[in-house]
């Protein structure tokens, strides 16, 4: 259940696993979760393999992480998302913001 | 003077001394605790039975019980029953004394009420220990419920509040025209302030816009965003703005208003009042439908990013352009409808939303089947987002048969003379759309609120004739076929981006009269002329050169001239004071 995170061994790389229900009641544990491993220019990859929800508030996590990672579109990655979750991102065309693979 | 506790200070909750009720019909053993109890520096009440025992109770509830098991009349299992029940929310923890040391007894204790039990003979630091455990566990019911209460009433507060915000909201609302007659709609917030938000205006030109968004969250954020929102677009939407405009302005507002990670997903829908034809825009909502009878017939997805996220500059606010037959129904609804769930966990899912918009039919039906579907399914299952939905008739005699915009207050201004032209190249053709703002300063100066949906009218057929076919050399005839329509918006866009020069040239003279004025409109350009002799005679019956055509602007206009080899049009367009 929620957050897992680790840091590749130079720091560029930081990954971070969602579980179950990626909603409003992860919001701390995500913004800590980023914030105790990287700063902006590290790369984050959002691993979405267990992820079975996400709402309009993890939008807003994601966005908010996007910022904090420097804004460019490679700095946040998302990987293996369900095709439920990838709907979602694409209908707010999220693909336009971060790398969805 | 009372111990000192082993661990050193007091833990929390624990209430040294306390009021101790030792209930016992034994005289010996009542003494003995009691002796203990009061060298520990505690202050006790002793009874002989459990009626005293509830009697006392009644009158001043003890911090504490010691309830002996085996008395006769009532036992110590129902003595505290009852207590527990006289006690009602105040917790007072029970310790039974008992000889009886099996499991048993223990569990009978535990059902009857009690925290703990003690076996005789006494232990005195036994007995202190259990004590202090029950009075903790005291101290925390306390706090709880304290916390409780406290909370209660700050949501009792809260509550009261979002009441007053709510209704300030609706009545800033007024502008809105949801009560069209081509418009049925329902919206179902989550919580008191809607994080939805649906707008209907009526454009100067006699058209509508539509506004349906879905901000993230809910609450009083999202309350307040949609009344920026509300705002800006009627503001927009009454001077005769367009899609494009409206969403660039509204972007910039968002973007800097709201912080990072909250964003407003949004469809915004321009219908002319022709009804034959729609602009359309999906940045975040689920498909747009257009319906034909009971088919589906397009679906229009969310192509954009949302506002709020990105600058002006990296979104695309171009409107997409479909054409329309009478009858036709837009449909447009927040992802709070595909997701609502049943009791059983199922969502209602887009296929159940194209089941109930294609066994609709016509006049409305569809939103009153919609919400019964929907109230069915979800059957008093708990809430989980605002719900909102949106249809639209494409009627034209309903849409006319309207009350006119009510734009701003009349303003009435004694008929004077004056005279303004605007000249605009390529650059300025370009990057504005000049017509509303130009509309904005002749009204205000002259007091023509009341006449602007037809004055404006007239300019936007003189206008686009100008630029369309003088400037960019288009031909109208691609616009009265089917597929011909979307493609000449688009050849329109293309010819547009590519003008390098020309000229195009608005200019008003108005002349006041006793009771009235004439207001001369003259438009022209440098571009392709054309036979206007010849050409004009044959527009009898006809659309003409494009839109609702020039036999329009000849039924509002007194006198349309043509000039300059058909490069200059001048009119006259005569009003009275009524």
Not at chain 2, 238 to 262: D, H, Q, W, Y
Not at chain 2, 375 to 390: E, K, P, T, Y
């Amino acid at each position: 259940m929620g957050i897992s995170a680790t840091a590749s061994q130079d720091g560029a790389e930081i990954r971070i696993r969602i579980s179950d229900r990626f909603d409003f009641n992860l919001h701390r544990d995500f913004r800590s979760a980023y914030e105790r491993h990287g700063g902006s220019g590290a790369r984050y990859v959002l691993d979405l393999s267990d992820t079975s929800y996400l709402d309009s508030s993890a939008l807003g996590m994601l966005l908010q992480l996007r910022e904090h990672a420097g804004g460019s579109k490679d700095a946040v990655n998302i990987v293996n998302a369900s095709p439920g979750i990838r709907e979602i991102l694409q209908i707010a065309n999220f693909d336009r913001l971060l790398t969805i693979r | 003077m009372p111990p000192q506790d082993e661990a050193g200070g007091a833990t929390p909750g624990e209430l040294t001394p306390a009021t101790v009720l030792v209930v016992d019909d034994n005289t010996t053993n009542r003494l003995l605790l009691a002796g203990i109890l009061r060298r520990a520096g505690h202050r006790v009440l002793a009874v002989a039975s459990g009626s005293e025992a509830l009697e006392t109770c009644r009158a001043q509830p003890p911090d504490l019980v010691l309830m002996d098991v085996m008395m006769p009349d009532m036992d110590g299992y129902e003595t505290t029953r009852r207590l527990k029940a006289l006690l009602g929310d105040r917790h007072v923890p029970v310790i039974f004394l008992t000889a009886m040391t099996d499991d048993e007894a223990l569990a009978q204790c535990i059902e009857a009420g009690g925290e703990d039990f003690l076996v005789k003979p006494y232990n005195p630091l036994l007995l202190q220990a259990k004590m202090r455990a029950a009075l903790r566990t005291r101290g925390l019911y306390r706090e709880m419920q304290a916390q409780r209460d406290a909370l209660a009433r700050h949501e009792q507060r809260q509550r009261g509040d979002l009441e007053i915000a709510r209704k300030m909201f609706e009545s800033m609302s007024r502008a809105d025209r949801l009560d069209a007659p081509n418009v049925r709609h329902f919206l179902w917030p989550m919580e008191v302030l809607n994080g939805d938000l649906i707008l209907v205006s009526r454009t100067p030109s006699g058209g509508q816009q539509f506004l349906v968004g879905d901000f993230t969250g809910h609450g009083l954020p999202a309350a307040i965003g949609a009344l920026v929102v509300h705002d800006v677009f009627h503001a927009m939407s009454a001077k005769g703005f367009s899609v494009e405009e409206i969403l660039l302005e509204l972007n910039a507002k968002l973007l800097a208003s709201l912080p990072t990670g909250r964003f407003l997903a949004v469809a915004m829908i321009e219908l002319d009042a022709d009804c034959g034809r729609a602009l359309v825009w999906n940045g975040g909502l689920p498909d747009l439908l257009v319906v034909s009878g009971q088919v589906v017939r397009l679906r229009i997805p969310s192509d954009r990013l949302p506002l709020g996220i990105v600058a002006g500059g990296s979104i695309d606010t171009t409107p997409r352009v479909i054409e329309l037959a009478e009858g036709d129904r837009l449909f447009v609804h927040t992802d709070g409808l595909v997701e609502a769930s049943s009791p059983a966990g199922e969502m209602f899912g887009a296929a159940r939303i194209e089941q109930s918009v294609r066994c609709a039919a016509g006049g409305g039906d569809l939103i009153d089947r919609l919400a019964d579907d929907l109230l069915r399914f979800v059957s008093g299952a708990a809430q989980c987002d605002d719900v909102s939905a949106l249809e639209i008739l494409c009627d034209r005699r309903l849409l006319a048969a309207q009350d006119a915009p009510a734009g701003a207050p009349a303003v009435t201004r004694p008929p004077m003379d004056w005279q303004l032209e605007m000249t605009f190249g390529a650059s300025a053709l370009k990057h504005t759309e000049p017509l509303p703002a130009l509309l904005q300063v002749i009204a205000d100066l002259q007091g023509l609120q009341g006449k602007r949906a037809q004055i404006y009218m007239v300019l936007c057929e003189l206008y686009s004739n100008a630029l369309e076919h003088g400037l960019l050399g288009m031909d109208s005839a691609l616009k009265h076929s089917a597929e011909g329509f979307v493609q000449y918006y688009e050849q329109r866009r293309r010819a547009l981006a590519a003008l390098e020069e020309g000229t195009l040239s608005v200019g008003f003279r108005h002349r006041g009269e006793e009771r009235g004025g004439v207001l001369t409109i003259g438009v022209r350009h440098s571009g392709r002329g054309f036979d206007h002799a010849r050409v004009l005679p044959g527009l009898d019956g006809n659309d003409g050169l494009c839109g609702r055509g020039i036999r329009l602007v000849q039924s509002i206009c007194r006198r349309v001239t043509y000039a300059e080899g058909g490069r200059s049009v001048e009119v006259e367009y005569a009003w009275r004071n009524d």
